[in-house]
T-cell receptor, first 113, second 109 residues
């Protein structure tokens, strides 16, 4: 019972480098989300995908892109990393957008130097 | 400014004490959820409250949703070290779920 799997767990990037965070869920959920968590700020929504084939901006989308590859997988890409993107990133999924319990992955700790 | 304000931000108590943490907003939510997060892990859902005035109990944890569906509280009776963690509330407006910054609880043996 894997739930939501995120890779990698840790990453250090230099300013300007690019990378993709991977997320996969095995619960047949329709909706998937990417959040970032910063001290004192709580979880802030970057992008979400209400269903396969759709993506929408959340609260803090600037500097990020996403791809809903199929029902299981939702990736987050940083095209040109900046120090302000140093954070812990969480992927989550749910049956319906904004409803029911969200299942979270264990997070990716990203440091941009 | 956070849509959901949680208080206190930090709480350190002795095992066996009771405590209440709060989640407040000026917005009305269709539902509100509480999560607990442990270091190095993602948040885990504790409960969802939907109806104004609703009270739900989960063993020693009691959750209440305000009558106007703008606020919520979490009461823990006889806290144990295993209750240590970050408690997050999250409110649903339409398809959007917004999280508070959390209350970091430490229960000392």
């Amino acid at each position: 019972n894997a739930g939501v799997t995120q890779t990698p767990k840790f990453q250090v990037l230099k300013t300007g480098q690019s990378m993709t965070l991977q997320c996969a869920q095995d619960m047949n959920h329709n909706s998937m989300y990417w959040y970032r968590q910063d001290p004192g700020m709580g979880l802030r929504l970057i992008y979400y995908s209400a269903s396969e084939g759709t993506t929408d901006k959340g609260e803090v989308p600037n500097g990020y892109n996403v791809s809903r590859l199929n029902k299981r997988e939702f990736s987050l890409r940083l095209e040109s990393a900046a120090p302000s993107q140093t954070s812990v990133y969480f992927c989550a999924s749910s049956h319906t957008p904004g409803q029911g319990g969200y299942t979270f992955g264990s997070g990716t700790r990203l440091t941009v130097v | 400014t956070q849509l959901l304000e949680q208080s206190p931000q930090f709480l350190s108590i002795q095992e066996g004490e009771n405590l209440t943490v709060y989640c407040n907003s000026s917005s009305v939510f269709s539902s509100l959820q509480w999560y607990r997060q442990e270091p190095g892990e993602g948040p885990v859902l504790l409960v969802t409250v939907v109806t104004g005035g609703e009270v739900k109990k989960l063993k020693r944890l009691t959750f209440q949703f305000g009558d106007a569906r703008k606020d919520s509280s979490l009461h823990i009776t006889a806290a144990q070290p295993g209750d240590t963690g970050l408690y997050l509330c999250a409110g649903v407006i339409g398809n959007d779920m917004r999280f508070g910054a959390g209350t970091r609880l430490t229960v000392k043996p």
